[in-house]
């Protein structure tokens, strides 16, 4: 499966990660101590935004870790220690997903870890952090310490339009919804802020995890690329836009044109599959919104014929914030108030990331709920009806699943949406994914009439997509 953030670039948590680090001072008394000349347990350092708590362990005759990131009582993301040296009282921290290193001393006796962190040969900021317990700290585990052990309870029924059921009506006991709920809690899958299970139309399993809720806003990452797809779709079936095969540069006609020729065979067909053909050189190109920024998409050359070269470039989908402008008259969030939101109930959401004049990311920068992210799977699965209500022409929804292009990884992908399986105890199974960065997904699985909503924080940790093969031990 082919995660998607461009190869050599560092994700925006993984950066936000290492300002936040680099902000972490001193963080208050002294709670727990840790046996002379043995830096095991976990250190605890506070910013202006958020907690960090440094996870060492031994591993064999030496060390490892991970990096807790917690804010306002909910851990969003953990990065790990690939490498430690200690030799009392030197201590070197090396975080390999991001190439900081931090060196300094531990004074186990106070309970004190201080230095400085590097990044690359260039001098970061002073560090100093304190010996902590976990138990103490809300949203650093999965479950609070003190919380009963797990029993399955039915999703509550809101006036949200979503039918709930007991999980033994569609034929998962509540020993398997137990078990797979306590892996996921034990770390099997990294870090998972939510699950939710829509099984025959009907909610079965909604868990939430690490101090999260269901009225808690979750980023969609590059969910949200799928989500710009279905608007296209809507701009189609109001007669907006004539169709896929609309040339690209129709949609921007107060922008100075390409000199490239190419781009004249440029349509929105090429840029829903990923196969515009765009070179984008080494550094990736920019990422933004807004006319300067489209102004900066079409000067670049194209280099592959479009429509012949399956490559994952996110500044093209910005386009979109473009087009749906020109086509509708309306901003994709207005947009998707009017004929997509509205009409699925969703009443709460943010995409104010990085817009400008307007205009929105249409890569990734949504937030919505869990359960409102499930109801974008059921249109999946209902060919575009919520309720009884059509929302989007199934027409669109089978064309938008329809394999289109082969990934470099030999997947097929459709219109902003991944054609992959499954891992399934039997063999892989058919999945249609939206795919978010750090475990966001929306799956569905159509020969099991499942819909599959996951939020998470596993950005730079490995473990992007282990929550599928957890689902696969007890689905």
Known sequence: MHANTPRGVTSPVARSL???VAMALCGGPLSAQVPDDDITGLWAGSGEVAEFYWDLRKDGQGYDGVIHWVQDGKKQTELPV??????????ELHMNATGVVFRGTANVAEGRIAGRLFYGEEEGPEVELVSTEPDQIPG???????????????PVSLDDGWATADCRDVGLSHETVAHLVDAIAAG???VIHS???????????????HGYGRDDLHRLASVTKSVSSLLVGL???EGEIAGVDEPLLSFFPALQQPADDRWQSETLHDLLTMSMGLDWGADGGPHGTGPEFFQQVLERRVVHDPGTHWAYHSANVNLLAGVIKQASGQHADVFAEEHLFGPLGITDYDWSFMAEDGYRLMDGSLHLRPRDMAKLGALLRSEGSWQGRKVVSADWIRESVTPHMTTDRTEKYGYLWWLTDFPGR???EPMVLANGHGSQFIAWLPQRDIVLVVTGGNEDNGKHFAVLEVLARYL
Not at 82 to 91: E, F, G, H, K, Y
Not at 140 to 154: E, F, G, M, S, T
């Open 82 to 91: 690939d490498r430690v040296i200690w030799r009392s009282p030197a201590l």
């Open 235 to 237: 701009a189609i079936n």
């Open 140 to 154: 650093l585990l999965a479950r609070p310490a003190d919380a009963p052990d797990y029993a399955y309870v039915r």
């Open 188 to 190: 099997d899958a990294g």
């Open 195 to 209: 699950l939710l299970l829509v099984v025959d139309g009907r909610l079965v399993v909604e868990e939430y995890f």
């Open 18 to 20: 290492v300002v936040l």
């Open 426 to 428: 039997e063999g892989p």
